[in-house]
């Protein structure tokens, strides 16, 4: 295969509702597509940088700059036989696994689509229907929050995650305990504590959460294996895990029972995969992370939520839930019973609808 093409489009696409971290407030987003030309078929990836480094070292602008002054050239006049050799021919530089994701994603849908076949078969996918949960962002009040869980709920999602932060997280614990005891619930802090807040975590024992993601500093695995020894509940490392190596690490030291796999912060489907693998080895169980992503991503994401070992909801949902309009046809809808059916046509399985990017486009570049 060669890629005769590299289009990068800058889309700007409003969110239905803002979203709230402990690190940032998002109520646009800035989504790089790319689009690869590979032996006469379009591939589609997405960018999964935020606008700003607050929750990974990259944003938007700087995964331009890299896809197109140092991946672009790595890739152009090169051969490969599979998506699967793209990742050693980007391995010269450092870090970027969003800006590699966002091409590297790509290749692996235009591999699928020139065999004819739905990317997620080509990863070796197995699920039909993949589980889902949402994630619910960091409300005004309690009673707002407790009103956005009775809404998913009612859609039929299987799992909420809340966002937490400092001096908010024991009172929204105990509201949703409260108001819904039997549900399968979560709280991801995004690194807004330390390892002096032991105790105070230590206080959320007591309401059998499925998992803590991430409390600790973006890039401490250390401080989570200090966290996991004294916690019931199981850590789930999200931010900490850029690499197979960083996985091995956090599974071998016990700085976790459960990891959250992205496609960008690990750099593409060749590594979530590895990363998978790894895992399911040493029966650490994962799930698929979102990035407020547009269509692409999320199909992206359902395909590498086949792979056996995601046994737990992902953070992959309906299209409708964060826009008026996706990008793609069909849009990504949920079933009544909390799972996305995957579908199974070539690729990525959903078309991207050229004439609505184009009129969300900024910018544009068509690297040859
Ligand atoms: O930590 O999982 C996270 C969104 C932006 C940055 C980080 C995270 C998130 C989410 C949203 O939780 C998940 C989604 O896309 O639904
Ligand atoms: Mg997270």
């Known amino acids: 295969m060669r890629c005769h093409s590299l289009t990068l489009r800058e889309i700007h696409l409003k969110l239905v509702t803002p979203f709230e971290t402990s690190f940032d407030r998002t109520t646009e987003r ?3 597509l790319a689009e690869v030309r590979v032996d006469g078929v379009s591939g589609w990836g997405e ?16 995964c331009w700059h890299i896809l197109k002054n140092y991946l ?67 409300k005004d009040s309690l009673t707002e929050l407790s009103a956005a869980v009775k809404k998913e709920l009612a859609a039929g999602y299987q799992r909420i995650k809340i966002k937490i932060k400092p001096a908010k997280e ?46 600790l500093g973006w890039d401490d695995l250390f401080g989570h294996v200090e966290i996991q020894k004294s916690l019931q509940t199981p850590i789930c490392l999200d931010e900490c895990i850029h690499t197979y190596e960083h996985a091995a690490a956090a599974i ?12 960008g912060r690990v750099g593409g489907l060749l590594q979530a995969k590895r990363i998978h693998d790894l895992c399911q080895r040493h029966n650490i169980p994962v799930w698929c992370g979102g990035m407020l992503e547009s269509g692409i991503g999320r199909a992206q994401n359902i395909a590498l939520s086949t792979l056996p070992n995601f046994s737990l909801p992902g953070d992959v949902t309906a299209s409708q839930r964060y826009w008026h309009e996706d990008v793609i046809c069909p849009e990504v809808t949920v079933t009544p019973s909390g799972t996305i059916r995957v579908l199974d046509a070539p690729g990525i399985g959903f078309a991207p ?7 969300l486009t900024v910018r544009q570049d068509h690297l040859t």
């Open 252 to 263: 071998s030291l016990g700085a976790c029972k459960i990891i959250n796999i992205k496609l």
């Open 30 to 32: 800035r989504i790089i």
């Open 47 to 62: 960018c999964t940088a935020g606008e700003s480094p607050f929750y990974s070292p990259e944003d938007t602008d700087t």
């Open 170 to 215: 024991l009172p929204q614990v105990q509201r949703l305990r409260q108001d819904f005891p039997h549900i399968k619930l979560m709280v991801d802090a995004n690194s807004a504590y330390r390892l002096e807040d032991l105790s105070l975590l230590q206080q959320l024992d007591a309401y059998y959460l499925m998992m803590i993601e991430q409390p």
């Open 72 to 138: 672009w050239p790595m890739l152009r006049g090169r051969e490969w036989n599979s998506a699967a050799d793209v990742w050693a021919l980007l391995e010269q530089v450092r870090g970027h696994n969003m800006a590699k994701a966002t091409v590297e994603t790509a290749i692996w849908d235009a591999e699928a689509k020139l065999k004819g076949v739905p990317l997620w078969r080509l990863l070796g996918g197995e699920r039909t229907e993949i589980p889902c949960g949402v994630s619910i962002g960091i």
């Open 353 to 359: 609808r050229l004439d609505r990017i184009s009129s």
